[in-house]
C-alpha cells in the first residue's frame, strides 16, 4: 500500500508566488525525500529530512516534517516556469532500511 | 558528476517477447532498484538489490525478473511481455549507509507491449 500520499494531487499557480505541497505517511521513518520529475524523465532528488529534524532549507526549497502528525510540507518559495514539475515523497522506513515509498505525486504548474 | 543511464527511452514489443532492460550506474553504488510509474499510483518497486547477484522483491515482483552480474548493471527481464506492463520503468542506485539515502535515478524506459 501506499506510505505517502501528497496534497492537492494538481496545483496551478502564478510565477512568483509560493508553492505548497503535504505529504503523509503511515508509519515510522527513518528519513523522508522529495523528488522532482519533469515530464517524461527521471526522478531529481530535491532535500531529504531525517526524522529528528524538523525543518531544512535548500535554495528556495523549505521542507518540515512533523513526525507527531506524520506529515511534511515541501514549499517552493518565488516560483518559476522552470519549476512546472510533479514533486513526490518518498519515505524511508525505520524498521526496514531497504524500504523505499513513494506517494503519487502532486503535479505543479506555473504560469509565466 | 554522477550518472545512471538506461538502455532505452522507448520500447516497444509484442505479447509473448522476453524483454531486457538495462540499468548501468558510474557511481559504484551497493543499492539498484527497478521501478514502475503509472498515472496515478506513483512509483512502484519491482525488485532491487543490495550487492551483485543479490536481489529482493519489491511489491509488484510478478512477471519480472533481475539480473546483477556486476555491481554497475542492473538488468530488468519481462519473461513473456503482456499488454498489462505497458509502462514507464525507472532504474535507480543509492549507496547504503545505515539507510537508503538520496537515490539516483536514470531517465527511464517508456515501454510498449502491443
Known amino acids: 500500500s501506499q506510505q505517502g500520499e501528497e496534497d492537492p494531487q494538481a496545483l496551478s499557480i502564478q510565477e512568483g508566488e509560493n508553492a505548497t505541497m503535504n505529504c503523509s505517511y503511515k508509519t515510522s521513518i527513518n528519513n523522508l525525500q522529495w523528488y522532482r520529475q519533469n515530464s517524461g524523465r527521471g526522478l531529481v532528488h530535491l532535500i531529504l529530512i531525517r526524522s529528528n529534524e524538523r525543518e531544512k532549507h535548500s535554495g528556495r526549497l523549505r521542507v518540515t516534517l512533523d513526525t507527531s502528525k506524520k506529515s511534511s510540507s515541501l514549499l517552493i518559495t518565488a516560483s518559476r516556469a522552470a519549476d512546472t514539475a510533479s514533486y513526490f515523497c518518498?519515505?524511508?522506513?525505520?524498521?526496514?532500511?531497504?524500504?523505499?515509498?513513494f506517494g503519487p505525486g502532486t503535479s505543479l504548474s506555473v504560469i509565466p | 558528476d554522477v550518472k545512471v543511464t538506461q538502455s532505452s527511452r522507448y520500447l516497444v514489443k509484442r505479447t509473448g517477447e522476453k524483454v531486457f532492460l538495462e540499468c548501468v550506474q558510474d557511481m559504484d553504488h551497493e543499492n539498484m532498484f527497478w521501478y514502475r510509474q503509472d498515472p496515478g499510483l506513483g512509483l512502484r518497486l519491482i525488485y532491487f538489490?543490495?550487492?551483485?547477484?543479490?536481489?529482493e522483491k519489491g511489491d509488484i515482483p510478478e512477471g519480472y525478473s533481475v539480473s546483477r552480474e556486476k555491481k554497475e548493471r542492473f538488468s530488468l527481464i519481462l519473461e513473456s511481455a503482456s499488454t498489462n506492463q505497458t509502462s514507464m520503468y525507472l532504474c535507480?542506485?543509492?549507496?547504503?549507509?545505515?539507510?537508503?539515502?538520496?537515490?539516483?535515478f536514470g531517465p527511464g524506459t517508456r515501454l510498449t507491449v502491443t
Open positions: 538489490s543490495y550487492d551483485v547477484k543479490m536481489k
Open positions: 518518498a519515505t524511508v522506513s525505520k524498521t526496514s532500511y531497504d524500504k523505499v515509498i
Open positions: 535507480a542506485s543509492s549507496l547504503i549507509q545505515g539507510g537508503i539515502y538520496e537515490q539516483y
